[in-house]
């Protein structure tokens, strides 16, 4: 199983934090992003990672959430500066991005918040 998250820009740099933790995490302000959704995640036994559409993986294994049901909350923001901006500005990325992700019950997706166009185009 995977789960796909969706950016604005087509190439060029974003800023995606992992924070990974033993149980529910606290909520982070929902002004300060423009969606905020929360889902259900399997991952089969072994390794899994988060990649970027290069198949590259720079954060940590997420192993230790393997064989069991987890939660993946995913924060975003700036996608639609991002996917208008004329040019990408590598140094300082417009896009942001928050994935928490922690072992929990499966459950129904829950989506926090839904303000961004970019979003809007593949719901």
Do not use: C, N
Request: charged share 25%; hydrophobic share 40%.
């Amino acid at each position: 199983m995977f789960a796909v998250i969706l950016t604005g820009l087509e190439t060029g740099y974003v800023t995606v934090t992992l924070e990974l933790h033993p149980a529910l995490p606290p909520a982070q302000a929902l002004d300060d992003w423009d969606e905020v959704v929360e889902a259900s995640l399997e991952l089969p036994d072994g390794d899994a990672y988060v990649m970027d559409a290069h198949d590259e993986t720079p954060f940590p294994s997420l192993s230790a959430y393997t064989g069991r049901p987890a939660r993946i909350r995913v924060h975003a923001r700036g996608r639609d500066a991002a996917r208008l901006a004329p040019e990408p500005d590598d140094e300082h990325p417009l896009e942001q991005h928050l994935i928490q992700l922690w072992p929990a019950p499966v459950a129904a997706l829950i989506a926090h918040k839904l303000s961004d166009t970019t979003g809007t185009l593949y719901r």
